[in-house]
């Protein structure tokens, strides 16, 4: 794209390679603008393209300092080695693409007595229709033997595949953890208590990764639910996209986006319910209360430390573990959104339970946590223009790596008619002296 205010053109961030959006954006149409660059608040750092030429890209890791493997949405995993995207997928998985159907989530973990690295993959199967993980090993030039970790149900709604989630960390206890959304149901495990038994939606899971069972310490194992609840570790996920560990005190924190207000940040401790469908956004601003949630044994409610009353859609969440871009920033969050392409920074509070605010967010009145105006989502806004934010990650240089993709030209007719094409770029956000 060319540079400059004249050249800003209109971009698309509603998806149907990555529709990371609330129910109402399925019926309309966005359209807006956005520049060829990033800006960034920070005048000592600087944001650059590393890597283009990427198609919907969902999600990526590094392998090491020179390598990085990446998800295209419609089922390429692709390989940048040395900077350079290489011109063959390493890797191409035969993917159910419907809607937020896709190849959707990737992590990894080194087992101390192999020298391949455990690569575990979140992807929609096309026969029969499943959102599965599965383990493969990275040999250096592909993924070999692949093992089924987890086999999870794909949308009630074939016509309208939502909140598949597909998002996966490692956890410092060395289990695997992977989230998935309601995909548009609505049972026990959605707070209503009447619906059907817990069927593996709204959930995030924490099993082992050699065997994919559950943890024999996970929060629900004793709960005497009719459905095997030994793999579960928190319920009432309505939609997300983002998972991390706090490195500091190993606490798990997500991303949920709500249905027309109130997208969220939460704290996940073990027996975690985040409330949805009954609640989005603190309970004391609803009609509700906790007896209105279904309640497991060994589960509570928490309010999220963090929303947003009108959408942004967030995506992934980042703890930076690393120092060279200021001390201000390290172990501090980063989250991305799909809606504005803004990434946001939130400095954590001192016993790390919560986001600290410094006196501009207080003045701007964010006090209450909630994000109400356009000054108070500009105060946390670190930079702007990604597009579609679908992947944050320190780099093992030290850096912030934000992976995005957008699309030029007007949306004619619904979203579902755009189904790849999705310009994808790795962006680096380093200091200013770095050379490039």
Same mark, same amino acid.
């Given at each position: ?109 080194? *087992? ?215 001390? *201000? ?44 105006? *356009? ?62």
């Amino acid at each position: 794209m060319q540079k400059g205010v004249g050249s800003i053109r209109l971009l698309i961030v509603l998806s149907a390679s990555l529709i990371l959006l609330n129910p109402s954006a399925y019926i309309s149409s966005y359209v807006r603008v956005l520049h060829a660059q990033p800006s960034i608040s920070d005048t000592n750092l600087i944001v650059q393209p590393i890597v283009e030429g990427l198609s919907a890209p969902t999600d990526m890791i590094f392998l090491d300092k020179n390598n990085i493997l990446v998800l295209e949405k419609e089922g390429n995993v692709r390989l940048v080695s040395n900077g350079t995207l290489q011109s063959h997928p390493v890797l191409h998985i035969s993917v159910n693409r419907t809607g937020e159907n896709g190849l959707l989530g990737i992590t990894m973990s080194i *087992e101390s007595k192999s020298p391949n690295s455990n690569i575990f993959l979140y992807y929609t199967n096309e026969n029969p229709l499943r959102n599965r993980i599965y383990k493969f090993q990275w040999n250096g030039e592909t993924l070999v033997n692949p093992s089924l970790m987890l086999d999870l149900p794909a949308n009630i709604y074939p016509s309208l595949p939502t909140h598949n989630g597909g998002k996966m960390v490692i956890g410092p206890d060395g289990y695997l953890y992977a989230v998935i959304g309601d995909m548009a149901n609505i049972g026990k495990l959605q707070n209503s208590l009447r619906g059907k038994d817990p069927d593996y939606t709204g959930s995030i899971f924490r099993i082992n990764p050699t065997n994919g069972s559950g943890a024999s310490d996970n929060p629900f194992v004793a709960s005497g639910q009719k459905n095997d609840m030994s793999k579960y570790y928190a319920y009432g996920i309505r939609n997300s996209f983002g998972m991390d560990f706090d490195p500091v005190t190993g606490n798990l924190w997500d991303t949920e986006n709500g249905p027309n207000n109130y997208d969220e940040i939460n704290l996940v401790r073990p027996g975690f319910n985040s409330g949805s469908y009954q609640v989005m956004g603190p309970l004391s601003l609803s009609n509700k209360t906790e007896d209105d949630l279904f309640n497991l044994p060994g589960s509570h409610y928490a309010d999220p430390v963090f929303s947003w009353n009108n959408t942004v859609a967030p995506t992934d969440i980042e703890f930076f573990r690393s120092s060279k871009l200021g001390d *201000e920033y390290t172990n501090n969050i980063f989250v991305g959104d799909i809606k504005r392409g803004n990434l946001y920074l939130f400095d954590i509070n001192e016993n790390r339970d919560g986001i600290l605010l410094n006196s501009a967010q207080q003045k701007s009145g964010l006090s209450d946590l909630i994000v109400n105006s *356009e000054e108070e989502l500009s105060s946390v806004t670190f930079a702007s223009g990604f597009g579609g934010i679908t992947d944050i990650e320190t780099g093992p240089d030290g850096f912030l790596y934000v992976l995005s993709y957008y699309k030029e030209g007007e949306i004619v007719g619904g979203p579902y008619h755009l189904a790849k094409n999705y310009n994808g770029t790795i962006y680096r956000i380093s200091s200013n002296n770095t050379s490039p």
